[in-house]
């Protein structure tokens, strides 16, 4: 089974701050990992995701993450956040070799002016 | 534009009465799947197609049934709804299996 953790499910930030998102994710067998973002009374998009290859990953809109296996992290960062960054983040994990996508309970950016 | 259209957007009915959300997508992909979004609990995986006439269960199937009879259409069917069923629901697409990266912009249900 394969499961996914966000621990934060609020983050407030200043404007222009740095930024990291933390998911942590659980399987037995190899992943591939997703984030999506989710602007107020929309859809989800999809900012970044790992598949195989290179374990720093570089999204839209600025943001990258960094698979890194032997800590099972793949945590969302920007280097200087925008007000428009304002929005929750969905971390997401599906296990190879199966379909099933399976989201992280979200955390919300709050980015203060 | 590629899209990923759902109706209704909003929907307030009652406990019993059968209802179907529609889903369809302009970008010939092959996967498709549903998801219901509560608070605290992110999104849940009802149902998901990777082709045409294959569906199959994801985390939450009870009480919804689905079917792909087209690849463009996938709707979600509640045959009985009752109000464990009131929420945010998503269609999504992608030509990737397993990897959802289109999708609608959602249906609000409330069952009464």
């Known amino acids: ?113 | 534009e590629a899209q990923v259209t759902q109706n209704p957007r909003y929907l307030i009915t009652v406990t019993g009465k059968k209802l179907t959300v529609t889903c369809s997508q302009n970008m010939n992909h092959e996967y498709m799947s549903w998801y219901r979004q509560d608070p605290g609990l992110g999104l849940r995986q009802i149902y998901y197609s990777m082709n045409v006439e294959v569906t199959d269960k994801g985390d939450v199937p009870e009480g919804y049934k689905v079917s792909r009879k087209e690849k463009r259409n996938f709707p979600l069917i509640l045959e009985s709804p009752s109000p464990n069923q009131t929420s945010l629901y998503f269609c999504a697409s992608s030509i990737d299996r397993g990897q959802p990266q289109h999708f609608g912009d959602g249906t609000r249900l409330s069952i009464l």
């Open chain 1, 1 to 113: 089974a394969q499961s996914v953790t966000q621990l934060d499910s609020q983050v407030p930030v200043f404007e222009e701050a740095p930024v990291e998102l933390r998911c942590n994710y659980s399987s037995s067998v190899s992943v591939y990992l997703f984030w999506y973002v989710q602007y107020p009374n929309q859809g989800l998009q999809l900012l970044l995701k790992y598949l195989s290859g290179s374990t720093l990953v570089k999204g839209i809109n600025g943001f990258e993450a960094e698979f890194n296996k032997s800590q099972t992290s793949f945590h969302l960062r920007k280097p200087s956040v925008h007000i428009s960054d304002t929005a929750e983040y969905f971390c997401a994990v599906r296990a190879g070799g199966y379909q099933k996508v399976t989201f992280g309970t979200g955390t919300k950016l709050q980015v203060i002016p």
